[in-house]
């Protein structure tokens, strides 16, 4: 059971847009910044977006952050096929057990 | 470029040890802080540890507390994690990840370790 809740699978069609949530808590999501991950298949991670909304140099602009309260959304806009791929909310979380925590993950098909 | 390239993964015994290693290169690697992320086979991503920049914090999943050690030696640009008492359970492929821009802004490619009689 992960701390952080996602949707085990969405999908969408090529060029649609499409939205990943992400549920935590005061501890986490609501007192810390959210990043997101891409895991292409058979690959490491990769971050997609960091501090609630900010984007690493070479990640395009169709992939999008928000954070309100203590969920946050992964938006991807114009799908493409090489979207596939399994995606992951992460944030800090200042509880007893402090540490990082991910969420379960989300598969992204595009049909 | 940065690069963070792992080793140290095999296969071991119930009860047994593992010494992992990343080694650093492409950035200043006593600057940032450092983290191991574990994914068992078909599994989601599991924070394991975590180190800052000077080893002056660390922190550990309540899952590895006790049994596996993080250190770091920025002399030789490298990150280690000691696993001791392994279980099956801990059978994964391990990351090293930098927190740069970002927690995770850099991942390794991964060593996998397997825990099994």
């Known amino acids: 059971q992960s701390v952080l809740t996602q949707p085990p699978s969405v999908s969408a069609a090529p060029g649609q847009k499409v939205t990943i949530s992400c549920s935590g808590s005061?501890?986490?999501?609501?007192?810390?910044?959210v990043s997101w991950y891409q895991q292409l298949p058979g690959t490491a991670p990769k971050l997609l977006i960091y501090?609630?909304?900010k984007r690493p140099s070479g990640i395009p602009d169709r992939f999008s952050g928000s954070k309100s309260g203590t969920s946050a959304t992964l938006g991807i806009t114009g799908l493409q096929t090489g979207d596939e791929a399994d995606y992951y909310c992460g944030t800090w979380d200042s509880s007893l057990s402090a540490g990082q925590v991910f969420g379960g993950g989300t598969k992204l098909t595009v049909l | 470029e940065v690069q963070l390239v792992e080793s140290g993964g095999g296969l071991v015994k119930p009860g047994g040890s593992l010494r992992l290693s990343c080694a650093a290169s492409g950035f200043t690697f006593s600057s940032y802080s450092m983290n191991w992320v574990r994914q068992a086979p078909g599994k989601g991503l599991e924070w394991v540890s975590s180190i800052s920049s000077s080893s002056s914090y660390i922190y550990y999943a309540d899952s590895v507390k006790g049994r596996f050690t993080i250190s770091r030696d920025n002399a030789k640009n490298s990150l280690y994690l000691q696993m001791n008492s392994l279980r099956a359970e801990d059978t994964a492929v391990y990351y090293c990840?930098?927190?740069?821009?970002?927690?995770?802004?850099?991942w390794g490619q991964g060593t996998l370790v397997t825990v099994s009689s």
């Open positions: 990840a930098r927190y740069g821009s970002g927690w995770g802004d850099y």
């Open positions: 005061s501890s986490n999501i609501g007192n810390n910044y």
């Open positions: 501090d609630n909304n």
